[in-house]
C-alpha cells in the first residue's frame, strides 16, 4: 500500500494550494481519507477527513471555511483544497486512511492525539510566507 502526497510550495499568504493524495494497492473505497499537517516544533494535528462515499466531511476549526477536502473513488485520491493561506498553515502536510468510522478517527486523533492510521503517506511541505 502506497499514500503519495502531493501539491505542497511555497505561496504568499492569501494564496491557494491543492494537495493531492494518490492512494495504490489498497480498496480506496474502504478507507475514511485524513490530511494532517506538522509545523516545526509542534505536535501533528488533525487537518480535515473525508468519509468513504465523500458524503461527509470534517474539519478543524482552525482551517474551516478556507480548505475543503474532497475525494474521487474512481481515481483513488484525496485531495485538498487550501485557500486563504496563512503564515500560520505552514507544515509538512500528511494523508492518511483509516477503516474505523470516521467518528472513532475523529475523537482519538482530536480528544487522545493518537495517530495511530491504518496507512500514512509521506509529507509535503507547504510553506506560507508573510
Known amino acids: 500500500v502506497q499514500l503519495q502526497a502531493s501539491g505542497g510550495g511555497l505561496v504568499q499568504a492569501g494564496g491557494s494550494l491543492r494537495l493531492s493524495c494518490l492512494a495504490s494497492d489498497l480498496t480506496f473505497s474502504r478507507y475514511n481519507m485524513v490530511w494532517f499537517r506538522q509545523a516545526p516544533g509542534k505536535e501533528r494535528e488533525f487537518v480535515a477527513a473525508?468519509?468513504?462515499?465523500?458524503?461527509?466531511?470534517y474539519y478543524a476549526e482552525s482551517v474551516k471555511g478556507r480548505f475543503t477536502i474532497s475525494r474521487d473513488n474512481a481515481k483513488n485520491t484525496a485531495d485538498l483544497q487550501m485557500n486563504s493561506l496563512e503564515p500560520e498553515d505552514t507544515a509538512v502536510y500528511y494523508c492518511?486512511?483509516?477503516?474505523?468510522?470516521?467518528?472513532?478517527?475523529?475523537?482519538?486523533?482530536?480528544?487522545?492525539?493518537?495517530?495511530?492510521?491504518?496507512?500514512w503517506g509521506r509529507g509535503t511541505q507547504v510553506t506560507v510566507s508573510s
Open positions: 473525508i468519509s468513504r462515499s465523500g458524503g461527509n466531511q
Open positions: 492518511a486512511a483509516d477503516t474505523r468510522e470516521i467518528e472513532t478517527i475523529l475523537v482519538v486523533t482530536t480528544t487522545f492525539r493518537n495517530y495511530d492510521m491504518n496507512y
